[in-house]
């Protein structure tokens, strides 16, 4: 029987429990934590005047306050952000600058008056208020300094807000194998990003960048474009290897609009620029997609679910589009008749392509497992567990989605894999497993 370690012993039941570890982190939401987002007020249906905006009519209010009065507001709108925010003066400023009316001309206003709009035009929005869920990770960039026989991670998290919209925020930790794990605090701040057009071809792909920020934490990955207006969801970060290329991460993403979804791929060097763009092609329009961390014979492989019930390879020449695609894992176990998924991308290990699934059982009712494919054809499984390695229990049942476990990534290092997961929909934990002992659980 396969010893899953809890870190978080209370809220977790394995296939065989061990006992508790050093640490017992958890992460959970935080409404203290907002960030300065775009808001622009709009006319109601049946209300529009022509040659006149809303935005416009509440420009000319802002325009028409005295000094005195120009002076107070401005001052209640620094007193109101400073307790949570740094650089009001410039994010204010910058949000100015972002409006988007031929109307209104710069050179018009004072810099008080600038910043005053752009208070106006701005929301501070609590991204992980209701809930901080789905982790993904990766090797952090900088292993300097780490203990002997540990690693460093980032760690990307599904944060849900008001109007239960979807960002992405991150965190950073250590991990030392079969000892402990060490979250390091988040910060007290998040910052808005810097937002342009992405290099290349226009294809609404966005160029995100966070210029201001002192710690990853303080980049949230909120809704930019039309296609996210309702949420970015469940990033499955990857560090990625290319030989020909240069290093960095990829992360696939559903982007939701409110009515429709497509799935989305960002890349980063460093935390603090991302190249979000749409993916296109024949096998790019459902969720969960997961890229591999290599190419396989010189093209890009990707899990995904098509049809909402089994997962499928893709394989493409180019990164940014998918046209090919073979049904690969189909259920098999009572705990996934309904439908099995990838919890992130695969992992390389001697024996092939470590791949962590979730079932879907009676009462939607998710846990997790894992399978084997051949390493130089991901169609072929080779092994895979006949039981969950994680399911909901009686403590871990009740959440905002109740009968959930959930991941989009895990983490190798030294033949021990560190698996992070949501709970319910609600909060975050982690447990880990020997390769060697999970490999023996499967068949």
Not at 134 to 152: F, K, L
Not at 164 to 171: A, E, G, K, L, Q
Request: hydrophobic share 40%; proline share 7%; aromatic share 10%.
């Amino acid at each position: 029987m396969v010893r899953l370690e809890a870190y978080s012993e209370t809220h977790i039941v394995v296939l065989a429990r061990s006992s508790p570890l050093l640490s017992n982190p958890l992460l959970r939401p935080d409404p203290k934590r907002t960030v300065i987002r775009p808001f622009a007020p709009g006319d109601a249906p049946g209300f529009e005047k022509a040659g006149e905006s809303r935005a416009q009519r509440t420009i000319e209010r802002i325009r028409a306050l005295g000094p005195g009065e120009l002076a107070l507001e401005f001052a209640r709108l620094k007193a109101m952000l400073e307790r949570r925010h740094r650089h009001v003066e410039a994010i204010l400023l910058r949000r100015f600058e972002e409006l988007d009316d031929p109307a209104i001309k710069a050179e018009e206003f004072s810099l008080p008056q600038k910043m005053l709009i752009g208070g106006y035009f701005s929301a501070e929005y609590s991204f992980e208020a209701a809930a901080l869920f789905n982790p993904s990770i990766a090797r952090h960039w900088d292993q300097e300094g780490v203990p002997e026989g540990g690693v460093r991670f980032v760690l990307s998290l599904r944060g849900i807000g008001e109007g239960h919209v979807s960002s992405v925020t991150f965190r950073t930790g250590t991990w030392l194998p079969g000892r402990e794990i060490l979250l390091d605090e988040p910060s007290r701040y998040a910052m808005p990003p810097s937002i342009a057009q992405a290099p290349g071809e226009d294809d609404g792909a966005l160029r995100v960048t966070f210029d201001d920020i002192e710690d990853v934490s303080e980049a949230v990955l909120f809704p930019m474009a039309p296609s996210q207006r309702q949420g970015i969801e469940d990033l499955r970060l990857v560090e990625f290897s290319d030989p020909d290329g240069e290093p960095g991460y990829f992360g696939t993403y559903t982007a939701f609009s409110g009515s429709a979804i497509r799935s989305e791929i960002l890349r980063t060097r460093d935390f603090r620029s991302f190249d979000m763009r749409p993916l296109g092609g024949r096998y790019a329009g459902n969720k969960g997609m997961a890229l591999f961390p290599r190419k396989i014979a010189g093209r890009y492989a990707m899990l995904g679910r098509q049809d909402n019930e089994n997962i499928w390879l893709l394989m493409s020449d180019d990164l940014n589009r998918w046209d090919e695609a073979e049904k690969t894992i189909t259920p098999r176990w009572p705990w996934e008749f309904i439908q099995i998924g990838n919890c992130g991308s695969p992992i390389e290990i001697d024996e092939g392509w470590l791949t962590i699934l979730h079932g879907v059982g009676m009462v939607r009712n998710y846990t997790i497992g894992a399978c084997l494919l051949d390493k130089t054809d991901p169609t072929k499984v080779l092994a895979r567990t006949a039981r969950p390695l994680l399911y909901p229990t009686s403590e871990t049942r009740d959440g905002y989605v109740p009968n959930v476990v959930y991941s989009c990534g895990s983490l190798l290092h030294s033949r021990q894999l560190l698996l992070p997961y949501g709970v319910a929909d609600n909060f975050a934990t982690f447990a880990s497993v020997s390769i060697d002992e999970l490999l023996g659980e499967m068949n």
